[in-house]
């Protein structure tokens, strides 16, 4: 089997793939942080999935405010993406592992 030395497609996975893998791996580990937390810390119930405003300053630093019912989706897509990536064995998981560059 040949090996893929073009400079540009070795330039393209050193500058790109690699640290897109990372940067995907790093962000699964922060979604299952979130998942964790929001279980276990029972976050469901302090936040709940309303239209009420959370009191985070957002209104003072120009942020949007987020309501508990935003804040309940990014939680619920956090546990979607943990879900298909850990889906069979971590299928899609391991993937992205592999490419990572740590």
């Given at each position: 089997m040949a090996a893929i030395s073009d400079p540009e497609a070795v330039r393209f996975?050193?500058?790109?793939?690699r640290p897109a893998?990372?940067?995907f791996l790093e962000a699964y580990?922060?979604?299952r942080e979130i998942q964790q937390e929001w279980f276990a810390a029972n976050m469901g119930s302090l936040i709940p999935n309303t239209s009420d405003l959370?009191?985070?300053g957002a209104d003072?630093?120009?942020a949007h405010q987020l309501t508990g019912a935003a804040v309940t989706?990014?939680?619920?897509r956090a546990i979607e993406v943990v879900a298909d990536l850990e889906a069979n064995a971590n299928a899609k998981l391991n993937t992205?592992?592999?490419a990572s560059v740590r």
């Open positions: 996975v050193n500058e790109k793939i893998a990372f940067s580990h922060l979604l959370v009191a985070d003072v630093s120009g989706n990014v939680v619920t992205i592992i592999v």
